[in-house]
């Protein structure tokens, strides 16, 4: 082997292994966001198994969350952590346990070999032995994929060849990519608002040199906002809720764009303008509050004279007032 071959053979060991970790660290932060909206807005996933599963669930069900860490055992070597993005069980007529990742990376069979290990962990787990029989259940696993590629199926399957007979089901796919803005508040698929982007990623480079593009693009996530702040009047999503998802988008896009400044900086300040307004508005609110348990405490004026000097519903002052007098 010749020298500039040796060099070239090391330097693309090398370039494979830092591309490996780079590629790791960027499926963290988006492994983590999407972990961060499940844990922190639970009830945003409903909607989402409502539409992968086919379910018809109201958003009333109880969640329970379960350890994402399992351990899988492995033959002749150290156990291997395994770390999940979602275990959990919705309480519905029947109880029933849901599993679903988080993926970026190119569909290459991997992940659903790791999928399986996680699931049969999560049934171990939950595993019943009675007079010698272990009866496990499997959960209900899905994959949400953030970028789609010409080799990415609509389902993953699981054929398990047993002593007994075969067993097969499919594991369904939700592609980020398919759904337009109009299909994700239709559907009210909130939690997919973090990776909207991924829909703009092969355009970064004409939004980040025409500044028509990226002007296009910023009104479409202006618009998110304005109906982010919609649902909130409405009582749709609650004021945590909503900064959460502005918050993860603005983590997400800040990754994503990260060799387009013109796009990072462009949206990015949109939302990060919003995450400021939102926090101004919430002290504003509190400051009007403490002035109107101000009033209420000197007893001189009416619920509804407080509600229109504070900006103040009559709703909200009526609920302090009966917090005074608790």
């Known amino acids: 082997m010749k020298c500039c071959t040796v060099l070239e053979f090391a330097m693309k060991k090398w370039y494979d292994k830092t591309t490996k970790r780079k590629d790791s660290y960027m499926a963290n932060i988006y492994d983590g966001a999407f972990r961060t909206i499940l844990n922190d807005c639970r009830k ?3 909607p989402v198994i409502n539409e992968t599963f086919g379910e018809t669930y109201t958003g009333q069900e109880e969640i329970q969350f379960f350890p994402n ?10 156990d291997k952590e395994r770390i999940t993005d979602t275990n959990f069980t919705v309480f519905g007529m029947t109880p029933k346990k849901y599993h679903i990742e988080c993926e970026s990376s190119l569909p290459d069979g991997r992940i659903t070999i790791r999928l399986f290990e996680y699931d049969a962990q999560i049934a171990l787990d939950d595993g019943e032995v009675t007079e010698e029989t272990l009866t496990v259940t499997f959960p209900n696993t899905a994959v949400l994929y953030l970028r789609t590629y010409k080799k990415t199926s609509d389902k993953m399957k699981y054929v398990i060849i047993t002593p007994g007979g075969t067993v097969q ?19 009210h698929l909130l939690m997919l608002i973090p990776f909207y982007i991924f829909s703009h990623e092969n355009s970064f480079q004409e939004y980040n040199s025409n500044e028509q593009k990226l002007a296009e693009l910023k009104a479409e996530y202006q618009e998110i906002l304005d109906r982010l702040d919609k649902l909130e009047q409405q009582g749709v999503i609650g004021a945590f809720d909503k900064r959460t998802i502005i918050e993860l988008s603005g983590d997400v896009i800040k990754e994503i764009a990260q060799k387009y ?53 009559v709703a909200e002052v009526e609920q302090l007032a009966g917090l005074q007098t608790v």
């Open 69 to 78: 860490e399992h351990f899988i055992n492995q033959q002749d070597e150290a």
């Open 261 to 313: 400044e013109n796009v990072q900086k462009g949206v990015g300040d949109i939302m990060g303008g919003a995450l400021i307004e939102t926090s101004a508005r919430k002290l504003k609110n509190e400051a009007n509050k403490e002035t109107a348990i101000r009033m209420i405490k000197r007893g001189k004026m009416t619920i509804e004279e407080i509600a229109e000097d504070t900006g103040l519903s």
């Open 44 to 46: 945003l996933i409903i």
């Open 169 to 187: 089901y499919d594991v369904p796919i939700m592609k980020v990519q398919k759904y337009s803005l109009d299909n994700i508040f239709e559907k």
